[in-house]
T-cell receptor
């Protein structure tokens, strides 16, 4: 079975500060991991994904995430926050069960960026 | 590619009325998912289809909810009769087979039942 835990339902940072959003996963198979972003009144948009290639994955808008098997983590980072990064972020793990493709989403972390 | 297209974007209806939400997945995607998002419950998977066949509807909250996928390019989610607690944003997403693809989400339908 697969599951995802996002630590911190709300994170607040200053503009220009480091963004760190935490995600830990549990998976009975080698995991494929995803980060999605949801801007207000929009659907979820893929930020980046890990599919067993490079452990450091770069995504859109300057975000990146590092897969750490020993820590079962896939934390999302950005060196310098912009006001436009304010959104909700979802971590997800993909498992295969019964022959179908299913994403298990975390509860989400709402990122606020203040001047 | 126009992405996943949902209609309407907003729907306001009175309690007891039938509501139909529509979704056009990305051409070539063989999986289609319906999600509901609320502040209280977050993102919930309602049902998903593979090659137009419903695979898992265990997330459908009640018999008032039904979903169909008559062909590869169209799906509907129907609520009959609607209730105020059905107010939420409903998302459709589609995906190709394989674990590494992830989902592409539509912009959602914001449903308000008064």
């Amino acid at each position: 079975a697969q599951s995802v835990t996002q630590l911190g339902s709300h994170v607040s940072v200053s503009e220009g500060a480091l963004v760190l959003l935490r995600c830990n996963y549990s998976s009975s198979v080698p995991p494929y991991l995803f980060w999605y972003v949801q801007y207000p009144n929009q659907g979820l948009q893929l930020l980046l994904k890990y599919t067993s290639a490079a452990t450091l994955v770069k995504g859109i808008n300057g975000f990146e995430a590092e897969f750490k098997k020993s820590e079962t983590s896939f934390h999302l980072t950005k060196p310098s926050a912009h006001m436009s990064d304010a959104a909700e972020y979802f971590c997800a793990v993909s498992g295969v069960s019964g022959g179908y493709n299913k994403l298990i989403f975390g509860a989400g972390t709402r990122l606020a960026v203040h001047p | 590619d126009a992405g996943v297209i949902q209609s309407p974007r907003h729907e306001v209806t009175e309690m007891g009325q039938e509501v139909t939400l529509r979704c056009k997945p990305i051409s070539g995607h063989d999986y289609l998912f319906w999600y509901r998002q609320t502040m209280m419950r977050g993102l919930e998977l309602l049902i998903y289809f593979n090659n137009n066949v419903p695979i898992d509807d265990s997330g459908m909250p009640e018999d008032r909810f039904s979903a169909k996928m008559p062909n590869a390019s169209f799906s509907t989610l129907k609520i009959q009769p609607s209730e105020p607690r059905d107010s939420a944003v409903y998302f459709c997403a589609s995906s190709s087979s394989g674990r590494g693809h992830g989902y592409t989400f539509g912009s959602g339908t914001r449903l308000t039942v008064v």
